[in-house]
């Protein structure tokens, strides 16, 4: 049982370039989201799915971009990284009660932006 | 503006002892708690959670209590064991809310 896999795991981009982070989870879950961690601010999340096809921003989406056109993944897209990117982001899902259902996390990414 | 704060960046405690750390919350519609549990490299893991319907909810050597007239919570570890060494964030959601928001964390540095 895979749960939350998230890829890549360390990333180094350069200002101004693009890329994507892969999240898939092998738990039917409904719910899937974004967080960055950052020293001092805990985790914020970036955006998040509450099923196929439907996303909504989180508390710090400016700069991010997603979609969700299965159950199984949720990628988050950086069109223009800057190094205010730079961050540890956790892919999370949750079952569709998510209110009271605990998150299940990735192991992360790290994103270094220069 | 932070909705879930936690003052406390670290705590130590010395093994055997009870580890306290502390939540405050200002959003009143927040109606459930959770506390997750981080490891260096790794995502977070749930810990124990607390509807706001309770004050108190317990787990092991793990409980959380739950003063919503202060908006405040907390997580007692007893006793605690250098495995509990670790980032420790607290977390709320409210109902018919599709986010849960964290708190900054607190380190816990637990001496054998």
């Known amino acids: 049982n895979a749960g939350v896999t998230q890829t890549p795991k360390f990333q180094v981009l350069k200002t101004g370039q693009s890329m994507t982070l892969q999240c898939a989870q092998d738990m039917n879950h409904e719910y899937m989201s974004w967080y960055r961690q950052d020293p001092g601010m805990g985790l914020r999340l970036i955006h998040y799915s509450v099923g196929a096809g439907i996303t909504d921003q989180g508390e710090v989406p400016n700069g991010y971009n997603v979609s969700r056109s299965t159950t199984e993944d949720f990628p988050l897209r950086l069109l223009s990284a800057a190094p205010s990117q730079t961050s540890v982001y956790f892919c999370a899902s949750s079952i569709r009660d998510y209110h009271t259902g605990e998150l299940f996390f990735g192991e992360g990414s790290r994103l270094t932006v220069l | ?112």
């Open chain 2, 1 to 112: 503006d932070q909705q879930v704060k936690q003052n406390s960046p670290s705590l130590s405690v010395q093994e055997g002892r009870i580890s306290i750390l502390n939540c405050d919350y200002t959003n009143s519609m927040f109606d459930y708690f959770l506390w997750y549990k981080k490891y260096p490299a790794e995502g977070p893991t749930f810990l124990i959670s607390i509807s706001s319907i309770k004050d108190k909810n317990e787990d092991g050597r793990f409980t959380v209590f739950l003063n919503k007239s202060a908006k405040h919570l907390s997580l007692h570890i007893v006793p605690s064991q250098p495995g509990d060494s670790a980032v420790y964030f607290c977390a709320a959601s409210e109902t018919g809310g599709f986010k849960t928001i964290f708190g900054a964390g607190t380190r816990l540095f637990v001496k054998a």
